[in-house]
């Protein structure tokens, strides 16, 4: 009778037929040509208008493509670049070398030789007093997961945050600086500590009480200064990286050294492929000159979009990429890189497989423990909505960020929505019922709205799309 009962209210399967092979081609046929034509207008407006950017914004010259010029005016790429040219990667392959040395002659003491290298590497680049700012932290939020009390370590991670904006702070720390980058690099390190602190704090509050303190002081010391993800992530939990470089097995991991080789030459062609993209399209000097926003033509403003956000994908290949083969080569499993953004057709979707790590942080200590889907469709709403507030205050706190946090909340609630109604088996039952294919009309309408948006976003040249830059 149970079991009747059980396959009488059991949700029906939802079938889905597979579309012909003539029909998938011609779709991707469709959307290819719709990003080659939109990136070459975008390429014809760059021409065009290429000596009036060039004297408002001092476009460099194109080192590996000839006769081009190079756009710098994405912030991120620009700042990450030239501090990977002039330090990281001596500062990663010192890291490097560091590991594999360790590993064959004190492996016991791999873990102890890896935290003094980034203590280190660490005030080399920030300096003495940079340096000192960490470890306040550190200090700080170390004392405070001491109580074991979860709501006292947020609210002390939030403050630090919170200091990270005060300008009278800022004008201090950059007094200690020659040059804007240094300052911001101390910025971005302390953000990316942020997360890592808060990620220890919690977990201490929740373990049982038995660890002793100067274990998980040595522990918590090496999880914040492990060098490859110490400046810009990706970010890894603290539960995760203490099992996995503690694993009776990890001093024996070797990578082979085909697989390193075919990972570097994949890094430098998506290294390769960035530059490439702002020395033919001038998206963000376009996207900040409000002027000629109003006069390219549909099809450029709908480019400019696809290719501000295709180049956000391509730039966090390189710049998760580095690390996640550091971090590869130590043993550890690094978070997966982000996917291909005109693969995803959700808000989930995205904010699930873009940032791996921060989804997962997020999920962890913001959405599960403020009750998630355990409390039905408010619960969902109440938790996400906490977890893009803190998305949104880690970032900055800016008004545009704000805007752009609330837009993806509601849109991810919208989703969850709709999935919600969608279970019901009578909706079930409609939906199996349809048998001609609207994927085309979808498509098209999808098109429209990428441009249409494309061009009331883009004419607002202070919104950034690079919503990973503090």
């Not at 009488?8 to 003539?22: G, I, Y």
């Not at 010029?69 to 620009?78: L, Q």
């Not at 942080?361 to 998630?372: E, F, K, N, T």
Request: charged share 15%; with cysteine; glycine share 6%.
């Amino acid at each position: 009778m149970h079991n009747q009962a059980k396959q009488r209210f059991q949700k029906p399967p939802l079938h889905t037929a597979a579309l012909p092979v003539w029909e998938i081609g011609f779709y991707l046929l469709l959307s290819a040509g719709s990003h080659l034509y939109s990136f070459y207008e975008v390429y014809k407006v760059s021409k065009d208008y290429e000596e009036e950017l060039t004297s408002e914004f001092e476009f460099e010259q194109g080192f590996f493509i000839w006769g081009f010029k190079k756009d710098p005016t994405d912030f991120e790429w620009s700042f990450w670049t030239e501090w990977g040219q002039n330090s990281l990667i001596w500062t990663l392959i010192g890291h490097s070398v560091v590991s594999k040395v360790s590993r064959m002659c004190i492996p016991k003491f791999r873990v102890w030789f890896l935290t003094l290298y980034g203590l280190l590497a660490s005030l080399f680049l920030l300096g003495l007093k940079g340096l000192a700012v960490v470890l306040l932290h550190m200090a700080l939020s170390y004392t405070v997961a001491m109580l074991r009390v979860p709501l006292m370590s947020w609210l002390c991670s939030l403050l630090l945050l919170y200091t990270l904006h005060m300008s009278s702070l800022e004008e201090m720390q950059r007094s200690w600086y020659k040059t804007e980058n240094e300052y911001y690099l101390l910025l971005f390190s302390l953000a990316m500590c942020c997360l890592r602190y808060t990620s220890f704090s919690l977990e201490y509050c929740w373990q049982n009480s038995g660890q002793k303190s100067y274990k998980s002081f040595f522990w918590f010391t090496a999880y914040l200064f492990y060098y490859p993800l110490f400046h810009n992530g990706p970010i890894i939990n603290y539960e995760e990286f203490t099992l996995q470089m503690q694993r009776q097995d990890s001093s024996v991991v070797q990578t082979d050294i085909c697989t390193v080789i075919l990972t570097i030459a994949r890094i430098f062609l998506w290294w390769l492929l960035a530059e490439s993209m702002i020395q033919f399209m001038y998206m963000h000097a376009i996207q900040s000159h409000a002027t000629l926003l109003e006069i390219v033509p549909i099809w450029a403003l709908g480019g400019l979009a696809l290719a501000q956000v295709l180049f956000f994908y391509v730039k966090y290949l390189v710049l998760f990429g580095v690390p996640a083969l550091i971090v590869k080569l130590d043993g550890i499993e690094a978070p997966r890189l982000p996917r291909c953004v005109s693969t995803m057709y959700s808000f989930t979707g995205m904010w699930r497989h873009f940032d791996v790590g921060l989804h997962r942080w997020l999920i962890r200590y913001i959405y599960v423990p403020m009750g998630g889907s355990q409390h039905g469709f408010l619960g969902k709403m109440f938790s996400s909505g906490l977890a893009f507030g803190f998305v949104y205050y880690w970032h900055g706190g800016h008004d545009y960020l704000l805007n752009w946090a609330v837009l993806n909340w509601l849109g991810v609630i919208a989703e969850n929505g709709v999935k919600t109604v969608a279970s019901f088996p009578p909706v079930q039952g409609l939906i199996a019922g349809q048998e001609q294919p609207y994927l085309f009309l979808f498509f098209c309408i999808a098109l429209h709205k990428l441009e249409w948006n494309g061009k009331e976003h883009i004419r607002k040249s202070d919104c950034k799309l690079q919503c990973n830059c503090c």
